[in-house]
């Protein structure tokens, strides 16, 4: 990889004498880096969030998260098995050569290839089969009604493009030469074109002039740079060394609102955020409690459930952002129900009481794991349950750590190793099957699902359930099956939701975006002046 | 009879000591004054905290997450209850900034005298003995002095956590945390120690000490240590202020004590958060405690120093 | 002399390679790197097979092996975040904490050296007092809360300055630099200063005990008693003894600028070899870590041997040790 000779013209408006940027140039801040510009290098929302601007998939969600068709026309689901993809005519990648079927056929190709990240997607489709030059029929194993829903996050690469650099696989992050030319150059089919690449430093788009359809923004020039510490981004945004930076700090809302220029810009994110406790083992990893696990006991979770105060925490750790959830999923959520999420009032004397029925009346002690750079003021939602339970006599001890040591702590490579905890969520499919399937299910079955169910949390009839909604196909009787798996996990009291964070931006008032519930930028909308 | 020469004798070094040079110049430099009395309040404060702190900010169950983030009690919003206000989980500032410092001076103080016993002890035994263990004592000191504080407190804190069962982590977790930034510092001592221990080691005392038969050991502790003690306790008062900062450093990058029972730096590192929300009470205050902690810790060795080395009289 | 060179060389050697293990024996410890290079919908399957081509199942030394062999050519591996060869990322960010550290051990020395000469000269006046202890309040603080205070009131409050990153750079061929823009000078400002303070206050305190002890030898005295003027004695006679160490000190301490930027520069994300080591920790990008590690080992490792030749050459009394006594 030689080294790229710039002189990178950006981030020119610095102080009030300098000169202004010039107003389609739009300068942006977020917490981490885009790891790759590898299409199908991570799953990851952020990345692919980031990629969207550069490569284009066979559908898309507009401004309003419709779907709508992107490379292709249109698609019909023509045998119970097979989804005919009638593909857009005269598109080209950046590079100018044709977008074709074969490029459609080679991605998926790809999206199975060692290094790939994506291979859930991969697993979804059988084998494809070209029609003609701008036809294409995907196979699946089963019928799959959501399968372009769940294609939306697949992105086609040009098939010459990939094999005149040697990058017919995905990057893999073990190395080797193949693959890498993908890592750090892109070369898509979307409104915007890489133009320059620093990872983790900075990252410079620029206009597709000749892009297929109408981009509905302004901007010519977009430059992406990540800012770790939360001050240093906030400070960013408002000195306006930034258009637009994400996530602010929820508590620094009313700074954005009192400075001049710029403005917080909130909305309700997908992500529900919910307590999870071990209802599996015999006796809890880290409990004073020997010989039995409290957690087994309904009322000990109904106990829990009413001792925190979701209301408490929305006013004073989430400033008033967060929405109170009762479900798994956010409203935004295909098979949300809103007449489910209603939650059992805050109740300490209940709960007391609860607890002494099930043999508790001091309480008992346990760890709980938190992670503290993962959520929205995950840290403190922990240390605020944390108080709240110690007022029902539950002494939690509480272990937050880095994103990095929190998972490798609780997750399935260790064994799930954790007796309460707090986790977040979002449907990548904007489907319950999602987590119906990750969160809820029985883990260690042979249907492999409820992977994250850290937990251990079971009712088999939720793995039923779980694998009749992936192939049902009338909505109505699947919905039914949703609220069915919902109400079983709401009345056992299987994870104790919290709520929904909110999506925290701030965006400088010369700018006008469209915020998406998955906390994705999209550069198509945005219009500065 | 013995008890009236005790007291005489007492009375006599009493006598001594306000006769001697260091209380003069003690009693001539104001600052000096000040910084021994803020020292001093500042570990009377923290010996008593349970006396003193209006709450028991570490007690979970007392606090009430709907206090969170009051102002100082002269504000408008501000109650009497709190009257440095609270921080985001609803802790009383001025008792967490008092349980707070108790953590941060307990972590600075033992460090201290770890690295001060580790140190002296390797400077001693380098020194008076020389050849093969010296230059390899040194050379070890050498690498480590080469790299930060804090550098090798994180790998060290990283190592003891690997090498401990995880149940233990949270008990032991301060205690890594003084282990850590103590074996970082010994290298100052040991370095001193050893420079003093070679020149008195020459000196005739010690000669002849050696030639009527005196033990080693009884040498060393009895005829060199003495001799060194004057530089060791400068050393340590200034590292005193840097164990506690560098413990605030560890905690901002993510190796501190836990949340819930927070030293000063790790309440100036959660407070940060809320800098720019303008509830800067949160980190202002324990900043405060911070510097006039340190100030005066440093103050006091800057004193010793000068006073302690006879050339500037 | 080339023995003792030879000899050096040898330890130097083991030094870097006792570093390298224990570094390597942390990382373990640090957390699980696979989560952060896979997505939530990634299968557990998928996972251990991740974990297993890294091969990070194998046997410890097996590992350490692995990596030392490959260090020891020059080569250590490739980045599991970035996805690029980490020598390939650890040439892009060097220049940025290389310039960073030099601007900030310059701005200790020129300030530094000054205000100890002149607090010991003037040992008890009121501005020297002042000097004294203000410095201290500079080191009182830490530094993370120090560049947060500048950037809140340089950044956001007067806007003078830029709150992040390094401004313009302009590439002179793997060179980068930010001498060269205005934005680029203007961006050093706050991380240089923050960075210096520690070491401008161990400078002032160590010129002026090395001063204090240099005025009352001997030879001072004899160039008063002939009658030299008093300023000629102080800064021809006094100050250049007094250089000596110091400068000893501060190429010493040059090493610690570099790690100690490890702070400044995730406070102002200044695109250096700190915050790469910061994030890797985060990501525990092993590669990267030991990497990182291992350089900072052997640029420590190369100061130290190239002073004590110096010393060897021109002054075998290891007068390093009283300075540093009396600097701290």
Same mark, same amino acid.
């Given at each position: ?20 940027? /010039? ?52 698609? /019909?689901?023509?045998?119970? &098995? ?46 494809? /089969? ?28 040009? /098939? ?7 990058? !017919? ?303 049902? &196909? ?56 | ?204 005392? !010690? ?49 501190? !004590? ?56 | ?32 790197? =696979? ?165 401008? &206050? ?75 080591? =910061? ?21 420590? !490792? ?27």
């Amino acid at each position: 990889m030689k080294l790229r000779i710039t002189a990178f013209a950006a981030m020119a408006a610095i102080g009030l004498a300098a000169a202004p940027a /010039k107003a389609e140039t739009f300068k942006w801040a977020f917490q981490g880096d885009v790891q790759t510009m590898d299409p199908h290098g991570l799953f990851e929302t952020m990345t692919l969030g980031f990629q969207r601007n550069i490569y284009e998939g066979l559908v898309i969600r507009n401004e309003k998260m419709e779907m709508v068709g992107a490379l292709a026309e249109s698609y /019909k689901n023509i045998e119970p &098995t097979v989804w005919r993809f009638n593909l857009r005519k005269g598109v080209k990648f950046h590079d100018g050569s044709d977008f074709e079927a074969d490029d459609v056929a080679f991605s998926v190709k790809r999206l199975s290839s060692e290094g790939s990240d994506m291979k859930v997607v991969a697993n979804l489709i059988k084998a494809t /089969k070209i029609i003609d030059n701008h036809t294409i029929d995907i196979i699946t194993a089963a019928p799959n009604p959501i399968l372009p829903l769940q294609l939306e996050i697949f992105y086609i690469m040009d /098939k010459q493009w990939a094999e005149k650099h040697k990058a !017919v696989e995905a990057t893999n992050v073990k190395g080797g030469d193949e693959g890498n030319y993908a890592n750090l150059n892109a070369n898509g089919t979307g409104p915007f074109k890489l133009k320059s690449r620093q990872s983790g430093v900075k990252t410079e788009l620029e206009i597709n002039s000749n892009y297929w359809g109408k981009v509905k923004g302004n901007i010519k020039k977009a430059v992406f740079t990540p800012i770790a510490q939360d001050a240093t981004r906030v400070a960013a945004l408002i000195s306006g060394n930034v258009d637009m930076a994400y996530p602010v700090p929820v508590q620094d809302w009313k700074r954005l609102d009192d400075a001049k220029g710029v403005m917080p810009l909130a909305g309700p994110e997908a992500r529900t955020i919910f307590l999870g406790f071990d209802q599996l083992r015999d006796e809890l990893l880290y409990s004073n409690i020997k010989g039995k696990n409290p957690f087994k006991d309904l009322r000990v979770r109904q106990a829990f459930i009413k001792a925190i105060g979701v209301e408490a925490i929305k006013k004073k750790v989430m400033r008033g952002a967060s929405v109170p959830a009762g479900l798994l999923v956010a409203p935004q959520i295909n098979g949300y129900s809103a007449a489910l999420n209603d939650r059992p009032s805050y109740d300490p004397k209940a709960a007391k009481k609860l607890l002494a029925d099930a043999g508790y009346p001091n309480g008992f002690e346990v760890t709980m794991d938190c992670p503290n750079d993962r959520y929205v003021n995950d840290e403190r939602i922990c240390q605020a349950a944390a108080s709240m339970l110690a007022k029902i006599g539950v002494k939690v001890t509480l272990l937050a750590q880095t994103k990095s040591k929190y998972f490798g702590k609780v997750l399935a490579q260790n064994n799930y190793d954790t007796s309460f905890f707090l986790l977040g969520w979002t449907p990548s499919t904007f489907d319950s099957h999602n987590p119906i399937s990750a969160l809820m299910a029985c883990r260690g079955g042979a249907d492999k699902l409820g992977a994250f169910n850290l937990g251990g949390y079971c009712n088999p009839r939720i793995n039923e359930l779980a694998a009749l909604i992936q192939s049902e &196909t009338n909505q109505t009787k699947r919905q039914s099956m949703i609220d069915e798996a919902f109400k079983i996990h709401k009345d056992e009291v299987g994870h104790i939701p919290l709520h929904q964070q909110p999506l925290s931006w701030g965006v400088s008032e010369k700018v006008k975006l469209v915020q998406r519930p998955d906390n994705v930028l999209d550069l198509r909308y945005i219009n500065k002046n | 009879m013995s008890i009236i020469s005790k007291t005489q004798i007492l009375k006599a070094n009493y006598q001594r000591f306000i006769d001697s040079d260091i209380w003069y110049s003690f009693k001539k430099s104001p600052i000096t004054v000040v910084s021994a009395a803020v020292t001093f309040l500042f570990f009377f404060v923290t010996i008593f905290a349970p006396f003193i702190a209006p709450h028991d900010p570490f007690d979970l169950a007392s606090i009430d997450l709907m206090d969170a983030s009051l102002p100082p009690a002269w504000f408008l919003d501000g109650e009497t209850r709190f009257l440095l206000g609270t921080d985001d989980q609803g802790r009383d500032i001025l008792s967490t900034i008092i349980y707070g410092s108790r953590i941060s001076l307990f972590v600075g103080f033992v460090s201290v005298i770890f690295s001060l016993i580790l140190g002296v002890g390797l400077g001693l035994i380098s020194g008076y003995v020389g050849g093969r263990l010296d230059a390899f004592i040194m050379r070890v000191a050498d690498v480590q002095l080469s790299f930060p504080a804090i550098l090798i407190a994180l790998l060290i804190d990283g190592l003891a956590r690997s090498l401990l069962p995880r149940e233990l982590h949270d008990e032991v977790a301060l205690y890594v945390l003084v282990f850590a930034i103590g074996i970082s510092g010994w290298v100052q001592y040991a370095r001193t120690v050893r420079g003093q221990t070679l020149v008195e080691k020459g000196k005739e005392y !010690v000669q002849a000490a050696r030639v009527i038969g005196i033990r080693q050991w009884t040498i060393l502790l009895r005829h060199i240590l003495p001799n060194v003690t004057g530089p060791v306790l400068v050393i340590a008062t200034i590292h005193l202020a840097i164990a506690i900062i560098t413990e605030a450093t560890l905690s901002f990058l993510g190796v501190g !004590v836990p949340p819930t029972t927070p030293s000063l730096g790790t309440l100036i590192r959660v407070g940060n958060d809320f800098l720019f929300s303008g509830e800067w009470w949160i980190t202002i205050f324990p900043g405060i405690a911070l510097v006039l902690l340190v100030l005066a810790v440093n103050l006091l060795g800057d004193w010793l120093r000068d006073a302690l080395n006879p050339k500037l009289r | 002399m080339f023995t003792f060179i030879l000899k050096r060389l040898l330890q130097s050697v083991v030094v870097m390679l006792t570093v390298a293990l224990i570094a390597f024996s942390l990382f373990r410890y640090v957390g699980d790197p =696979i989560n952060n290079m896979v997505g939530q919908d990634t299968s557990l399957e998928e996972r251990a097979e991740l974990r297993e081509r890294l091969g990070l199942n194998d046997p410890f030394f097996l590992q350490f092996y692995r990596f030392a062999a490959d260090a020891s050519v020059g080569e250590f591996g490739f980045s599991y975040q970035h996805r690029r060869p980490v020598k390939e990322l650890i040439a892009e960010r060097l220049p940025a904490t290389l310039e960073l550290a030099l601007v900030s051990a310059i701005l200790a020395l020129a300030i530094g050296i000054p205000m100890g000469v002149y607090t010991a000269l003037r040992r008890n006046g009121f501005l020297s007092r002042t000097f004294m202890t203000i410095s201290l309040i500079g080191v009182s603080l830490p530094t993370f809360l120090i560049g947060i205070l500048l950037i809140l009131l340089f950044g956001v409050i007067l806007r003078w300055l830029p709150t992040f990153g390094r401004g313009d750079i302009i590439e002179i061929g793997w060179w980068s630099t930010g001498f060269l823009t205005a934005s680029g000078l203007k961006s050093l400002i706050m991380p240089s200063i923050t960075l210096a303070l520690f070491q401008m &206050t161990l400078i002032m305190r160590l010129v002026r005990a090395e001063m204090l002890e240099v005025l009352r030898a001997d030879f001072v005295k004899f160039a008063r008693a002939r009658g030299l003027p008093t300023r000629s004695v102080h800064f021809r006679h006094a100050l250049k003894n007094t250089l000596v160490p110091v400068i000893t000190i501060t190429g010493l301490q040059l090493g610690s600028i570099i790690a100690f930027a490890i702070i400044t520069e995730s406070v102002f994300q200044w695109p250096g070899m700190g915050l790469l080591f =910061i994030q890797a920790i985060g990501e525990v990008d092993i590669p990267v870590m030991a990497a990182y590690l291992v350089l900072i080992a052997f640029f420590f !490792v190369v100061i130290n041997m190239v002073v004590d030749i110096l010393y060897f050459v021109v002054d075998p009394r290891l007068r390093i040790d009283k300075a540093l006594a009396n600097g701290q």
